[in-house]
């Protein structure tokens, strides 16, 4: 099947497999397109392309998909240059992939019989369906548990990529938390993502070992003005006031490392962190309405925050109620993870929902990946997650049981440049 | 939120959200509604509902849902009645969650302050997306494992319903095998698959507890001639031949129990056999093309048998290569589970792709959760595995971890009616 060949064909049959889906979409006023259309390429489509290249990895501002593949790699190579022809191998595969097409320019299905594929082929007849690969590195590329420079990059880890610190009732498992290389895949059929991740981890083979990974069924954050507020599993909307694309001068502000920051490779980057919170959402579910409202500080219902009607207004700080106590509780969630309660610290929030079984206590075993991009996690992501451990009533209904920390560095320019080229320069 | 409201609100809402999948569905030529319309109530649309009372339950031949979360539940408590009573409470729930509304009359966010709500609240906004709870009952909710009759139900158990005999090579974890009850959710939508179950085990609590869930995210079967063949994670297709909702004759008899097969209250039901695959996928990537293709018995791109053209073309048994060797070969899946070598044995299919995070040893731990519904276990799943397990080249690239066997009543009648009335009677 050739490249060109297989998209539109995919497009057909993806078509009547998932044609109910039909009515969401068009109640939503999106454009539609006819069966005579080209393949499409733009963004705002969820079947179609989200361009690869530019001054930033897409899959940060990029609209937030409906589903995620997270996964942190070890490396496991002592050899730089087999870990820089991985990068560039992957640099090139994600261009191919997020494009809708295989992640080797063989194919699926078009090698000769006595090699091993170079694609995986559970995304044939897929459309791309809004994948973004965004790819970051860890803390401990650069330097080891001993301290010792593992790929002569020592020199170039950023400050901003200390460490987080222990946060008070942290429950953290080493075994899903850090790694050397976090990748996330969204889309918006969670095949094309699976298929991302997987197709990586092929190509990587013996380079890189899968330390962990995190599948997130549904949104959890709106990244653009055009998207509806999404629900988390306490039932509440989640991320209203969350950074989004259309404000570029904060975006700059808060999000994107600028090249005075340093190092000079991360200008135009991003850092990540990834926290795996789980939710007693037993304990939640057999709490009152009333209760519930107070921890978060907003209306389940229409989400506005206490005090207020609507779910975009603002934050009222001040306004006490019979009982001269404030109607945003001093304990509540938007209270304290406010930027107003955090020296006007904000951050780009793009987290999922996930259920991941049974936690062996009759429990399922449920909650929000939360991921945030950030210019830096020492004046973002820390000092707001300091002050939630510390005083946060919802504390007594999550658990954190993962971290990750990553360095995400620009997007690439185009065919010759690959991710971390400015890092391993 | 009125009931009434909260769900045209809902689609509104939904609308935006998920935009993108517009072009999908509009390729597919799927029937468009526009914000002028009713809310959707029929079962072709992805964001309608399908009726929850029938003959037979729904979520069985009803076209397969992209989108599953399954749970198996143990049953904690000696009550017979607090039983009885969950089972009531559970089938008005799920009548009302396949309809869009909220899991209780109440709602998630109308109740009184002081009190829990009856429904979580994250499926607030979103549309009914084709929810269907499909509900069966385990042996051991018969007898115990030392053979104790639990709740007076002993002489109703379904000669049917006799244990699963083990196959060579099985690897299956108890901890995530059985259960005396099992829910299969499907949707549309991962939350309101999500949502259903939650709200089964919040109605639940003190009745039944958790023994295990999966999400599946991907369906790896048609169960509906209107839909398109999918994939599973050996990027071929899956289920070309499976049975389909548009052949009452064949599903009479392989699916649905007869009246004289007994017991009299599983008429009109059928059973429901569970297998979690895991898929060594990393293994398989590495193998090449023909091997791939001879294990299954098709080809990877057009997912034609071995020695023709298309997809649909009959299995070819008989013709041989150059070398004297059957075309398809002789420990090919498709030739080893097809009913011409298991005495006519036919299943219909419903499994769904997992990708549960890594396996701690460097991999994906993904595979296929396998369901199939039948009418006799014993003359269908069990020869046809059996087979399989012996013979298959493919069990070199699959591990079964999880079993279950449930026997599946048929459909409720109407709003006195409640699942397993019969078997209560």
């Not at 070890?74 to 997020?98: F, G, N, P, Q, Y």
Request: proline residues 6%.
């Amino acid at each position: 099947m050739s490249e060109a060949v297989s998209r539109r064909r995919a497009i057909a049959l993806a078509g009547a497999g998932v044609a109910g889906i039909a009515g969401v979409a068009a109640i939503g006023g999106a454009a539609i397109r006819s069966a005579a259309d080209e393949e499409p390429t733009t963004a705002d489509s969820a079947i179609g392309a989200v361009p690869f290249t530019g001054e930033h990895q897409a899959g940060i501002i990029t609209p937030a998909q409906d589903r995620l593949h997270f996964v942190a790699f070890d490396v496991i190579t002592k050899d730089r240059d087999r870990l820089v022809s991985m990068l560039k191998e992957w640099t090139a595969a994600a261009a191919r992939m997020t494009a809708g097409k295989d992640a080797g320019p063989i194919g699926a299905v078009n090698g000769i019989a006595e090699a091993p594929p170079d694609d995986t082929g559970e995304a044939l007849d897929l459309p791309p369906a809004g994948l973004t690969i965004t790819v970051g590195f860890g803390p401990t590329l650069f330097r080891d548990a001993n301290g010792k420079d593992r790929f002569g990059l020592a020199g170039k880890l950023p400050a901003a990529l200390a460490p987080l610190p222990k946060f008070t009732g942290d429950t953290l498992e080493d075994a899903i938390s850090g790694g050397d290389i976090g990748v996330q895949a969204c889309a918006n059929d969670p095949q094309v993502a699976v298929h991302a991740i997987r197709n990586l981890a092929r190509i990587g083979m013996g380079v890189v070992s899968v330390r962990w990974s995190q599948l997130g069924f549904g949104r959890t954050s709106s990244t653009s003005k055009a998207q509806v507020t999404p629900r988390n599993l306490f039932g509440f909307k989640d991320g209203t006031r969350n950074l989004k694309a259309e404000e570029p001068e904060l975006l700059r502000q808060h999000v994107w490392v600028q090249p005075a920051d340093g190092p000079a490779w991360m200008a135009g980057g991003s850092y990540l962190v990834t926290r795996k919170v789980r939710m007693l959402v037993e304990t939640w579910d057999r709490s009152p309405l009333a209760e519930q409202e107070m921890i978060i500080g907003r209306k389940k219902g229409s989400g506005a925050p206490a005090g207020r009607s609507d779910e975009f207004d603002e934050v009222d700080f001040d306004s006490v109620g019979a009982d001269g106590e404030p109607l945003l509780a001093k304990t509540s969630h938007v209270r304290l993870a406010h930027p107003d309660s955090n020296k006007g610290a904000r951050l780009l929030r793009r987290g999922y929902n996930f259920v991941d079984g049974s936690d062996g206590l009759g429990r399922l075993n449920a909650g929000l990946f939360f991921m945030a991009y950030q210019r830096d996690p020492r004046t973002a992501f820390v000092p707001v997650q300091r002050s939630l451990a510390a005083n946060d009533e919802m504390n007594e209904y999550v658990r954190h049981v993962s971290s990750g920390l990553f360095a995400c560095p620009p997007g690439v320019s185009g065919p010759d440049d690959f991710w971390g080229r400015a890092l391993f320069a």
